[in-house]
């Protein structure tokens, strides 16, 4: 009996492990490689993968591998160029009609950068990419991906359940 039990707790296990932590719609994330900045976030399961809004974003190569220098695209962002190995370029198709009888979506290529956030007390690194986002409320967009990789779900009625980053 005590093994049958045993074995139980060690197939239950998992299962209680694997609670994930809820957050808000909306968390404050510190990005450490990018000068410790702390943005608002968006938290967005219905992305794929994290953006962060990226301003003269310019490609080259360096020692055979594919690099990107950009400089942060937020309202209060400095001037400082910021340099980082390319982990891929991701494909985004976004139709320009939803509308439109035809299938005419267009394909933007945009570099992909393996970044170190901050959430709350948890750091983890997660693949973002880079696009203008300054004609949006939120710099970041975290998308699936990343709430994985955080261990994250999420609650639309709640905004800023994690406290300010402290990792």
């Known amino acids: 009996m005590k093994s049958l039990l045993a074995l139980f707790a060690l197939v239950a296990l998992p299962v209680m492990a694997a609670e994930p932590t809820l957050y808000g719609r ?24 994290a953006s ?3 301003k003269d974003i310019e490609t080259f190569t360096r ?12 309202k209060d962002a400095s001037n ?8 891929r370029i991701s494909k985004i198709k976004s139709r320009s009609d939803e509308e439109d009888e ?6 933007a290529k945009r570099p992909v950068v393996d970044l170190e956030l901050c959430l709350g007390n948890v750091k ?9 986002r300054s004609n949006f409320n939120y710099p970041l967009l975290i998308g699936a991906k990343a709430l994985r990789e955080f261990g994250a779900a999420v609650n639309p009625a709640r905004r800023f359940t994690a406290d300010k980053p402290d990792c």
């Open 80 to 87: 400082k160029v910021y340099e980082h190995k390319i982990a």
């Open 124 to 132: 983890r690194t997660v693949e973002v990419n880079l696009t203008d």
């Open 52 to 54: 962060l809004s990226a």
């Open 102 to 107: 035809g299938d005419s979506t267009e394909v």
């Open 63 to 74: 020692d055979g591998e594919n690099w990107v220098r950009f400089r942060l695209g937020t």
């Open 26 to 49: 909306y968390e404050y994330i510190a990005l450490p490689e990018i000068g410790g900045e702390v943005l608002k976030a968006k938290m967005d399961t219905g992305a794929l993968t």
